[in-house]
């Protein structure tokens, strides 16, 4: 009997311990259990692609068509200007006037000359013909009087100088003088611009300047007007900025109601045939690292990868990029900062 309660003691024991290992193992799979993160939710978008992914953007300013500098030809202190910045001008209107003093007693000189060698002339003009006045001499006189008429002509041309007039018709871009200073003789007195077209100027780079030709259309974004317009491209650079090395690109638009003005601002978008294909990806989804590298983390079957894109341009629609991702792949938009390559998420769009 001893025998068999001490065996029902053991068993009793053994079995406690069970209970409580059951007990423990079951404490520590909760535990476990509690300790399991979730995944962190993200938005994506999917890549799209587009027709217009691929073209040049590029930012640049507007300049007028035709712009021409008037400078004074003589001389002279400035009397009167008779026009301001902004104004319209006809062609031959006047826009300055110098008082001229100095070119009229030069024509009051020239005058005089050319009276003394006119009467020089009439008094000996019968004795050539009667042969009393030698040929050397008669040569002399006809020479005298053919240089006061020049001399006339030329100050009758200073007088004329003396009053500035516009070459053409146009608006007054920039005035540069005063009454009562010397006239900048050779400078620019006065810009007169035509602005019925304007020229978006932009720089492009010598990679894809040579897929570009004059005639190819464009579209150019004035944000100052609020307007996108069409133009076309007038003129191609065939010197490069030998710092840039980029070239002069000139789109001609049309400017009817003159909203455009010289200066402003504009984002031109060039086609260029034969262009690296690219795709759209929302500008939240690019990211750069501390290398200055682009990134986004392209999220496939709920595991997010890290992938590096060359961006290629800057649309309203999105950023334009050339490599490193293809239309409908996802990529994430919003979601925690701390991702990881080979991270599994949860999308939440």
Same mark, same amino acid.
């Given at each position: 009997?001893?025998?068999?309660?001490?065996?029902?003691?053991?068993?009793?024991?053994?079995?406690?311990?069970?209970?409580?290992?059951?007990?423990?193992?079951?404490?520590?799979?909760? /535990? +476990?259990?509690? !300790? #399991?993160?979730? *995944?962190?939710?993200?938005?994506?978008? @999917?890549?799209?692609?587009?027709? &217009?992914? =691929?073209?040049?953007?590029?930012?640049?300013?507007? /300049? +007028?068509?035709? !712009? #021409?500098?008037? *400078?004074?030809?003589?001389?002279?202190? @400035?009397?009167?200007?008779?026009? &301001?910045? =902004?104004?319209?001008?006809?062609?031959?209107?006047?826009? +300055?006037?110098?008082?001229?003093?100095?070119?009229?007693?030069?024509?009051?000189?020239?005058?005089?000359?050319?009276?003394?060698?006119?009467?020089?002339?009439?008094?000996?003009?019968?004795?050539?013909?009667?042969?009393?006045?030698?040929?050397?001499?008669?040569?002399?006189?006809?020479?005298?009087?053919?240089?006061?008429?020049?001399?006339?002509?030329?100050?009758?041309?200073?007088?004329?100088?003396?009053?500035?007039?516009?070459?053409?018709?146009?608006?007054?871009?920039?005035?540069?003088?005063?009454?009562?200073?010397?006239?900048?003789?050779?400078?620019?007195?006065?810009?007169?611009?035509?602005?019925?077209?304007?020229?978006?100027?932009?720089?492009?780079?010598?990679?894809?300047?040579?897929?570009?030709?004059?005639?190819?259309?464009?579209?150019?974004?004035?944000?100052?007007?609020?307007?996108?317009?069409?133009?076309?491209?007038?003129?191609?650079?065939?010197?490069?900025?030998?710092?840039?090395?980029?070239?002069?690109?000139?789109?001609?638009?049309?400017?009817?109601?003159?909203?455009?003005?010289?200066?402003?601002?504009?984002?031109?978008?060039?086609?260029?045939?034969?262009?690296?294909?690219?795709?759209?990806?929302?500008?939240?989804?690019?990211?750069?690292?501390?290398?200055?590298?682009?990134?986004?983390?392209?999220?496939?079957?709920?595991?997010?990868?890290?992938?590096?894109?060359?961006?290629?341009?800057?649309?309203?629609?999105?950023?334009?990029?050339?490599?490193?991702?293809?239309?409908?792949?996802?990529?994430?938009?919003?979601?925690?900062?701390?991702?990881?390559?080979?991270?599994?998420?949860?999308?939440?769009?």
């Amino acid at each position: 009997m001893a025998r068999v309660a001490y065996r029902n003691r053991i068993v009793s024991a053994l079995g406690g311990v069970s209970t409580s290992l059951l007990l423990v193992l079951a404490g520590c799979q909760k /535990e +476990a259990t509690d !300790s #399991v993160q979730p *995944s962190p939710v993200v938005r994506t978008s @999917v890549v799209t692609s587009s027709d &217009s992914a =691929g073209d040049l953007v590029l930012s640049g300013e507007l /300049e +007028a068509d035709v !712009s #021409v500098a008037v *400078s004074f030809r003589t001389l002279g202190t @400035v009397q009167k200007v008779l026009v &301001s910045e =902004g104004q319209v001008v006809r062609e031959g209107q006047v826009l +300055a006037v110098l008082d001229g003093g100095f070119q009229k007693d030069q024509l009051a000189s020239a005058q005089a000359k050319v009276l003394q060698a006119e009467d020089a002339w009439n008094r000996l003009a019968p004795m050539h013909k009667n042969g009393t006045v030698p040929e050397i001499k008669w040569v002399e006189i006809e020479t005298d009087r053919a240089q006061a008429r020049s001399m006339v002509s030329t100050a009758l041309r200073g007088v004329e100088d003396a009053t500035l007039r516009a070459p053409l018709s146009g608006i007054v871009a920039k005035r540069s003088v005063e009454p009562g200073e010397q006239a900048p003789v050779g400078l620019p007195a006065f810009t007169i611009v035509q602005t019925g077209t304007m020229l978006a100027t932009v720089p492009v780079a010598e990679k894809d300047v040579a897929h570009l030709r004059p005639g190819n259309a464009a579209r150019v974004q004035v944000e100052a007007i609020g307007q996108e317009l069409s133009g076309k491209i007038r003129e191609i650079g065939i010197e490069a900025n030998p710092l840039t090395r980029t070239y002069k690109v000139k789109v001609a638009i049309p400017n009817p109601k003159g909203l455009l003005r010289v200066g402003m601002v504009s984002e031109v978008r060039l086609r260029v045939p034969g262009g690296r294909p690219a795709v759209l990806v929302p500008a939240a989804a690019v990211l750069v690292d501390a290398a200055d590298h682009r990134f986004v983390w392209a999220e496939v079957d709920g595991v997010v990868h890290r992938r590096l894109v060359r961006v290629c341009g800057f649309l309203k629609e999105g950023v334009a990029v050339d490599s490193g991702l293809s239309a409908g792949e996802r990529v994430v938009v919003s979601g925690t900062p701390m991702l990881s390559d080979g991270l599994h998420v949860r999308v939440g769009n």
